[in-house]
């Protein structure tokens, strides 16, 4: 089992460290103020209230045996976001992922020691513009290879037509790793009810429907030509 740090427990680094639990890492939560830590407690493995920003206390916690840690503390901690970098890498942690709040303190970070460094309001930001104006995008999730995993509504042009026939990988570059589909059903009561289920990597024979959601990988420009417009 993979060993996560994270430290900074503001809404950032809470959710980042609940996550990772839940999905099976093993998660050691670190911020210097109580309250944040009690909030937590019981999200992850562990949860400690200490002055990560101290080398020997990051020393003491085992931080050093952690595959990846996240510093996610905010944009009043700029100088402790730094000198933690900074004892994360003297400790010889691997992969060191740090928010930065501007893009001069993202590069002293790289400067120190960060493996990678993220802007989550900038990010937000700039997803909530793109589904502004690229109304077929649903949702997208953008990874670290540059990738992006996109939730779309097809064209118009490609529905009623199977995944074959579409040939998206061919012409489009993207890959078709799923399909969420409307099932209308009546319960008990006369009453129509509909649901959402995910059809995981998906016959070619499927063709897809008005409602359909294609889940895709690929670049930014090749999820916009699969994705509707209206």
Same mark, same amino acid.
């Given at each position: ?9 503001? *809404? ?36 400690? &209230? ?6 020997? &206390? ?13 510093? @996610?503390?905010? =944009?009043?901690?700029?100088? @402790?976001?730094?000198? &933690? &970098? ?34 989550? =309001?900038?990010?937000?930001? =700039? ?52 399909? *969420? ?21 998906? =016959? ?27």
């Amino acid at each position: 089992m993979k060993l996560f740090v994270v430290i900074g427990l503001g *809404q950032f680094g809470r959710h980042t460290a609940s996550t990772l639990y839940a999905g099976g890492g093993d998660v050691v939560a670190i911020d210097a103020d109580q309250a944040r830590v009690e909030l937590i407690k019981d999200e992850v493995g562990q949860a400690i &209230c200490a002055n990560a920003a101290d080398i020997d &206390c990051l020393r003491t916690l085992g931080v050093d045996r952690a595959d990846t840690a996240i510093v @996610a503390l905010g =944009e009043d901690d700029l100088e @402790a976001s730094i000198v &933690c &970098c900074a004892a994360l890498s003297d400790l010889g942690v691997g992969r060191i992922i740090v928010r930065a709040a501007s893009e001069l303190h993202g590069r002293i970070l790289s400067r120190v020691g960060a493996s990678r460094i993220i802007y989550p =309001e900038k990010q937000m930001g =700039e997803q909530l513009a793109r589904s502004l104006i690229s109304t077929g995008v649903v949702d997208q999730i953008n990874l670290s290879t540059g990738q992006i995993i996109a939730h779309v509504r097809p064209r118009y042009d490609l529905i009623g037509k199977s995944l074959r026939d579409c040939q998206l990988r061919d012409r489009y570059k993207v890959a078709v790793v799923g399909i *969420q589909r409307k099932k209308r059903t009546i319960d008990d009561r006369g009453d129509a009810q509909e649901e959402l289920n995910l059809l995981p990597v998906p =016959e070619m024979d499927t063709v897809l429907g008005e409602d359909d959601i294609l889940i895709i990988v690929g670049n930014q420009n090749q999820i916009e030509l699969v994705s509707r417009k209206d």
